[in-house]
């Protein structure tokens, strides 16, 4: 079993940054592969990053390419989402997810556990 706890969103301005922190518990969260989600109202979830569970690897979705970046601390149980350049259109609940495999996946239906989420505005 593992939970996670997102922190760091807010309101920030067009072209501002936010460092967004997705804390788990559990022993096996090193042997995890973490991603992050967002919601925006009125539409579908849709993926944003996932981390390998070595960090070695790192997958973006195409719309945040070049300004966001995903790293984890396994020391920390933490998994970290930099969002720099942000725009308007970044506006959504931001989620932390893990599934308990090596293998990353940019679907929302592959990850097991889901943290609450925390609420990323962006003003023009």
């Known amino acids: 079993q593992v939970q996670l706890v997102e922190s760091g969103g807010g309101l920030v301005q067009a072209g501002g940054s936010l460092r967004l922190s997705c804390a788990a518990s559990?022993?096996?969260?090193?042997?995890?592969?973490m991603a992050w989600f967002r919601q925006a109202p009125g539409k579908e979830r849709e993926f944003v990053a996932a981390v390998t569970w070595s960090g070695g690897s790192i997958y973006y979705a195409d719309s945040v390419k070049g300004r966001f970046t995903s790293s984890r601390d396994n020391a920390k149980n933490t998994v970290y989402l930099q969002m720099n350049s942000l725009k308007p259109d970044d506006t959504a609940v931001y989620y932390c997810?893990?599934?308990?495999?090596?293998?990353?996946?940019?679907?929302?239906?592959?990850?097991?556990?889901w943290g609450q989420g925390t609420q990323v505005t962006v003003s023009s």
């Open positions: 559990g022993r096996t969260f090193s042997s995890y592969t």
């Open positions: 997810a893990a599934r308990p495999t090596w293998s990353p996946s940019s679907s929302a239906r592959a990850y097991e556990y």
